[in-house]
């Protein structure tokens, strides 16, 4: 299934995604899920039944929300692809970098990314965010991924100055509307196996990080096991597993996202997320 939270006629709703339709699976079971993540703590059930009948939106009426808005907490993996930790330059390490997202610095699918009006330093990175449906405390490699709910594509944007204030990530990667989250979650089952698929990141057409899965430092299930050590994980918590070589401030001159750019994450088999860049209104 693929699975969105979406804006219809101003009314936020959630569902499934099929082809170029959306079916508003939670006009339906709004008494038994509030939202998404309800639904996602449910193991879905009785989703794929309510679609059968739901009402049908062309998906060109939708306006994309973050694919789970209200997350408890959003986990974001630094340096986990080689590329990346040598063109900063950083130290090998033996466990996950971890810095944490706020949910309300997400957007959705087709929003703007929003460069603030304190910075002109706004980076792209592309990453696949992994949904965690069921929850968990000191979970082990072996279990992790049956504790995946799916996947979406993620835009960590960041404003690189912020970051850079001290060795803390927090304060550059939580101004509003940076974070790109969609346009749907993807259950397992559908997308498969996830070593050999492909992300791309491009900017304006161009091609600026290209990587597989497989060439993470720590795969999936170690950072689900490492997450889960030092906080209970809970579902509808999202997972940003990192970013490959590429991003915009390591390269000579560095290449900032600027209003009127356009950036798209695309992972094979889960879909592509664009987003326009725009100003902070000042």
């Given at each position: 299934?693929?699975?969105?939270?979406v804006?219809i006629?101003?009314?936020?709703?959630?569902?499934?995604?099929?082809?170029?339709?959306?079916?508003?699976?939670?006009a339906?079971?709004?008494?038994?899920?509030?939202?998404?993540?309800?639904?996602?703590?449910?193991?879905?059930?009785?989703?794929?039944?309510?679609?059968?009948?739901a009402?049908a939106?062309?998906?060109?009426?939708l306006?994309?929300?973050?694919?789970?808005?209200?997350?408890?907490?959003?986990?974001?993996?630094?340096?986990?692809?080689?590329?990346?930790?040598?063109?900063?330059?950083?130290s090998?390490?033996?466990?996950?970098?971890?810095?944490?997202?706020y949910?309300?610095?997400?957007?959705?699918?087709?929003?703007?990314?929003?460069?603030?009006?304190?910075?002109?330093?706004?980076?792209?990175?592309?990453?696949?965010?992994?949904?965690?449906?069921?929850?968990?405390r000191?979970?082990?490699?072996?279990?992790?991924m049956?504790?995946?709910?799916?996947?979406?594509?993620?835009?960590?944007?960041?404003?690189?100055?912020?970051?850079?204030?001290?060795?803390?990530?927090?304060?550059?990667?939580?101004?509003?509307?940076?974070?790109?989250?969609?346009?749907?979650?993807?259950?397992?089952?559908?997308?498969?196996?996830?070593?050999?698929?492909?992300?791309?990141?491009?900017?304006?057409g161009?091609?600026?990080?290209?990587?597989?899965?497989?060439?993470?430092?720590?795969?999936?299930?170690?950072?689900?096991?490492?997450?889960?050590?030092?906080?209970?994980?809970?579902?509808?918590?999202?997972?940003?597993?990192g970013?490959p070589?590429?991003?915009g401030?390591?390269?000579?001159?560095?290449?900032w996202?600027?209003?009127?750019?356009?950036?798209?994450?695309?992972?094979?088999?889960?879909?592509?997320?664009?987003?326009?860049?725009?100003?902070?209104v000042?």
């Open positions: 299934m693929r699975l969105s939270t804006k006629a101003g009314r936020t709703t959630w569902g499934i995604v099929k082809g170029d339709t959306f079916r508003d699976v939670g339906d079971l709004a008494a038994r899920y509030g939202d998404l993540k309800a639904a996602i703590a449910a193991n879905f059930a009785g989703v794929a039944e309510a679609a059968a009948s009402a939106t062309p998906i060109t009426d306006e994309w929300l973050p694919v789970v808005p209200n997350p408890d907490k959003i986990l974001c993996v630094g340096l986990n692809y080689e590329t990346h930790r040598k063109e900063t330059g950083r090998e390490v033996e466990n996950p970098t971890i810095f944490a997202r949910a309300n610095s997400q957007t959705g699918h087709l929003a703007p990314i929003i460069r603030p009006k304190v910075s002109t330093h706004l980076d792209y990175e592309g990453e696949l965010a992994v949904i965690i449906g069921k929850p968990g000191y979970i082990s490699r072996d279990e992790a049956r504790h995946v709910a799916g996947y979406a594509c993620y835009n960590d944007g960041s404003i690189r100055d912020f970051q850079y204030h001290t060795h803390q990530f927090t304060p550059g990667k939580n101004f509003p509307d940076t974070g790109a989250f969609g346009p749907w979650m993807m259950t397992p089952d559908e997308l498969g196996p996830l070593a050999n698929l492909r992300l791309q990141t491009r900017l304006n161009q091609v600026v990080q290209d990587a597989t899965f497989d060439q993470m430092i720590f795969d999936i299930a170690r950072q689900i096991e490492y997450c889960s050590t030092f906080t209970r994980l809970e579902a509808g918590d999202v997972i940003v597993s970013t070589g590429g991003v401030a390591k390269r000579t001159p560095p290449l996202m600027k209003p009127g750019d356009v950036v798209e994450v695309e992972i094979d088999r889960l879909g592509i997320l664009r987003n326009p860049i725009k100003d902070e000042r």
